[in-house]
């Protein structure tokens, strides 16, 4: 991978930024969440491998996973851009007001991984799995994500492309998170990008990993010892009574 504007630059997603007719209210939601208000603003560069977005609930990480999904063509609901599904449409407009900078040689293959949706994807996929694909309803909520990684997000017919993920740790296992971490390691190595909102500090560990950082100060590069999720896991497992004195 070469950097942004090189002559054999090949990430699917080169950057992300506000689409010249966009028309939104920057004091309503979502262009009101800082973190969103900047990308509008800035426009905001993925590199190459994994960029975790991390930060507190409501800071915008999902709303922005959610919209460069959709922008670059996947299901909002999850699944690939091989096959659509939908339900009930609860997503914000973000992704109509986004434009993806996309190599035209990249590859094109994507897939959107959106933990709380996922029971309706499993539906779809049954109805057009094959022989050979997992039956995922009938597995536990961990054991179906692992499932997906080992059949779609890393298998060598279906990577190299974006993908998204959406917390995937909330479904699973300390040692299922640490099977993701080495999974994810070997899809970077096949050229995938990925995009991924996490509260995890053991999955956003990642060597190598891009990390920003949201919050009130809206999006910020920033190293994973200094993530706030680290600073205070860190502190709760070395002394939890002081935490229990100021919650109990």
């Known amino acids: 991978m070469t950097e942004r504007g090189g002559p054999f630059d090949d990430r699917p997603v080169r950057r992300v930024r506000t689409r010249r007719d966009a028309a939104y209210d920057a004091s309503a939601w979502p262009a009101s969440i800082p973190a969103v208000g900047q990308l509008l603003r800035d426009g905001l560069d993925l590199p190459a491998g994994v960029t975790f977005l991390v930060g507190e609930n409501g800071a915008g990480k999902s709303t922005i996973v959610e919209a460069v999904a959709e922008a670059y063509g996947l299901p909002p609901e999850g699944g690939s851009n091989q096959g659509h599904h939908a339900t009930r449409r609860t997503e914000s407009p973000l992704a109509d007001w986004l434009l993806l900078e996309r190599a035209p040689w990249a590859a094109k293959w994507g897939f959107f991984l959106r933990a709380e949706t996922m029971h309706g994807y499993y539906t ?26 080992a059949t779609r997000l890393n298998h060598p017919q279906f990577t190299a492309g974006l993908v998204c993920l959406d917390e995937p740790e909330a479904a699973l296992s300390f040692s299922s998170t640490l099977s993701w971490l080495a999974n994810l390691a070997e899809m970077v190595q096949r050229g995938t990008q990925v995009l991924c909102a996490t509260h995890s500090p053991v999955l956003s560990a990642l060597p190598g990993a891009h990390i920003l950082e949201l919050g009130e100060w809206g999006i910020r590069e920033t190293a994973w010892a200094e993530l706030e999720v680290v600073r205070n896991e860190r502190s709760f497992l070395d002394a939890p009574g002081r935490w229990f004195r100021h919650l109990l």
């Open 124 to 149: 779809y996929f049954e109805s057009v799995a094959t022989g050979d694909d997992p039956a995922l309803h009938t597995m536990s909520h961990g054991e179906s994500f692992n499932a997906l990684l």
